[in-house]
DNA sequence: AATGAATGAGCGTTCATTCAT
DNA sequence: GATGAATGAACGCTCATTCAT
């Protein structure tokens, strides 16, 4: 599926690229997209040309973290989706979505903008999300478990809602315990 | 209030800085805070020096443009506190708030940081703001429209991550309503 | 008729300006255009912004340089052309012509190019000398002074060709005397 | 001939040598010498590590398409000196070398340059084709046929600049030939 | 007080060259 | 010998900020 199709990496180039894609994740995440590339290039133990030989431009490279996180979610929840029934499968990918793009605004606005002006890899990998979602909500719905008025889009803002709430609220866990909570109890119908 | 120290401006002196604070606030909301700071000038029929003698950096325009908005919200929720009983008055100020804030990253993120390395001036401005909301809350719960184990933290952060959520579905102002419907809900104990 | 339109330039601007050109045309004439947009900021006394301010691409200061260099051309051409009689004048305008294209490579590509992805300035410019010596060839033809069978893309070639041809003789004048006269020569009738 | 006291290359070395070459006339004729030295050498079908085996720098590589070039030029020269006698072949030559040198600026710099800051091999190219054009003129100036003031810096600074002359009317043949009307025309004595 | 020209550090990106595989 | 991944100096260009006018 994802990127199957380019030549097999020697396996250093390979080990570079993917510490390359993990440092401008965690520094994309933690300090914003205007870090300097070479800045990520040095924090990875490389040189400016290596990462720009590896990603052909700096939104390339935001693409591929954004693209990667996607695929590790698209793949988390069509296992649980596969192994819990609807009313948990449908909370629980709720969770996970939301922890998984904790801290991303690049993936958050990437989710949501669903189809205007994003490439095509990004597409790919939004249009998979939202379908298993769309697929999550319809059957927890009809298992009684969640309002019937509320929409895909909805259910899209609301991750992303909730994981800005979340966000700022790192440092209590049980406070952003509560936050699924509220959430959670005013997805249910009453 | 704030700024009530500085010695009073001219009359142009003091139409240029509200016309500044305008056009960025328009400007920063609409299109980021990467836009040039020599744009918002000349978009403010100004030069650039008029601007920097307004606002000794572009974090300061940043900063007096979220403080004007945070006045704004502690002004209408003083007036919306004091004319309504607790549930609607809270419920009332949470939508304020959230729809002051839309949009407004800075904003946001100036509301929740809440006391990190803040400058004065903000940090004034949202400790009035959390005040108020600490106020609301308690009243709330007491009238029973708020489940108890929801605190201040919480609340702010239930506050932005519903900005969030409403700034994706700006196009339907009938699933933004449902957004609301699902948070309030989830406030109320059960 | 050049540059009428823009507002005028403050005195030291306008300074600064010209400064750029001068140097610029200088530098790119003797070591040609891959000298870096600094050192020629530098040589003119100013800093890269200042180059950037008057010219917003290296490409848009060549131009300026060529164009200049191309109204010079014109202005005087025009008054060669009003004061001597045909033949003179068409070889007394060859020479002027040769002269000031020497060393210009950009400026040979561009009086050749004529039409082809040329910017709008250049292209009026060149259309403006094309013109005074598709003049000059004709009156100089009807004189008798010049062959008949020679156009206006054979003429230029050879103005370009014999401004190519001196450059390599630029040390010493007799010899590059000679080469006008050969080519010279060749135009006349026989 | 050049370049004898190298070791004999392996025949895939050769091949790849010759193909280099190749590959690089083209296109650094076409699309000048700014061309990145990686696309040149997969346009060759190898690899840059390949390329700068062969050639240590891309200076190198430049200098050898000249020199082989040269070689072409001087080859060719030599015939058709022995063939023809001196008024035609001094003509024929004239016409040789232009259309050898046609679209290289390298090239015709290379052959104007005479002796400044060459590098050995080149200087050794040019030496014999300068003698070459000495011989040739000399010829044709004792058979009368070309006139006597002419010297060979004036003799290669027209066929650099006929050169040029010709090349801005690679589209029609017949006003290209018209430039070595003029030009031929103006050498005979009158 | 207002202007906008000048500044230069900093950014994204390229490419000749080296060297581990 | 061949490969192409890695390197980093260098370039064109931007923009927050200063200061002469």
Redesign the interface.
């Known amino acids: 599926m994802s990127g199957a199709s380019e030549r097999p990496l020697r396996a250093d180039a390979a080990r570079n690229r993917a510490k390359l894609l993990d440092v401008a994740t965690q520094v994309f995440t933690t300090r914003g997209i205007g870090v300097p590339t070479e800045e990520i290039a040095h924090a990875a133990g490389l040189g400016v040309g290596t990462l720009f030989r590896h990603f052909p431009t700096k939104e390339a490279l935001l693409e591929a973290v954004v693209v990667r996180r996607l695929e590790t979610i698209t793949a988390r929840t069509a296992q649980l989706a596969a192994e819990a029934e609807p009313a948990e499968a449908f909370f629980a990918c709720f969770r996970l979505v939301v922890d998984q793009s904790a801290g991303k605004?690049e993936f958050?606005r990437a989710l949501?903008a669903a189809g205007v002006d994003m490439h095509a890899s990004l597409q790919e990998s939004t249009t998979v999300i939202r379908a298993q979602l769309a697929e999550l909500l319809s059957a927890a719905q009809q298992a009684g478990a969640v309002?019937c008025?509320?929409?895909l889009?909805?259910l899209?803002?609301?991750i992303?809602?909730?994981?800005?709430?979340?966000e700022?609220?790192t440092a209590?866990p049980a406070?952003r315990e509560?936050?699924f909570?509220?959430?959670?109890?005013?997805?249910r119908p009453?």
């Open positions: 605004e958050t949501a309002r008025e509320v929409g889009p909805e899209i803002a609301l992303v809602g909730t994981g800005t709430a979340t700022q609220l209590d406070a509560r936050i909570e509220v959430v959670f109890d005013g997805l009453r």
